[in-house]
């Protein structure tokens, strides 16, 4: 069982910056999309930002999250990142990174309903306040 694992939550001043982690129980090989969803406090769950690797390397971020949010991958280490600047108090919310290992022509989602991502983390807090 593939299992996936966020760090790199908590509290940060408004203007600040998080770097959050995704680290897999087991070594991944043929990563493909990588997605990285939050929920804020009595909401539903929101696509972040996603990536394809394995097909036209391309990016999907929601209109919040463009500019400022940024998807990366250590291949060595084998982690996944989501870098976030500029954080406002409305991106306070427990985040959650998802993998997929079946490829995609397509394209990423960032709506998880439609099932795309089979592994998911257990989430980590991120709270913007001053």
């Known amino acids: 069982q593939l299992q996936l694992v966020e760090s790199g939550g908590g509290l940060v001043q408004p203007g600040g910056s998080l770097r959050l982690s995704c680290a897999p129980s087991?070594?991944?090989?043929?990563?493909?999309?990588v997605g990285w969803f939050r929920q804020a406090p009595g909401k539903g769950i929101e696509g972040v930002s996603c990536?394809?690797?394995?097909?036209?390397?391309?990016?999907n971020s929601a209109d919040s999250a463009k500019g400022r949010f940024t998807i990366s991958r250590n291949m060595i280490a084998d982690m996944v990142y989501l870098e976030m600047d500029r954080l406002n108090p409305d991106d306070t919310g427990v985040y959650y990174c998802?993998?997929?290992?079946?490829?995609?022509?397509?394209?990423?989602?960032?709506?998880?309903?439609?099932?795309?991502?089979?592994?998911w983390g257990q989430g980590t807090q991120v709270t913007v306040s001053s």
């Open positions: 998802a993998v997929s290992r079946t490829p995609y022509p397509g394209g990423c989602t960032l709506e998880a309903a439609k099932g795309q991502y089979s592994y």
């Open positions: 990536h394809n690797y394995f097909g036209d390397d391309g990016t």
């Open positions: 087991e070594r991944i090989l043929d990563w493909h999309t």
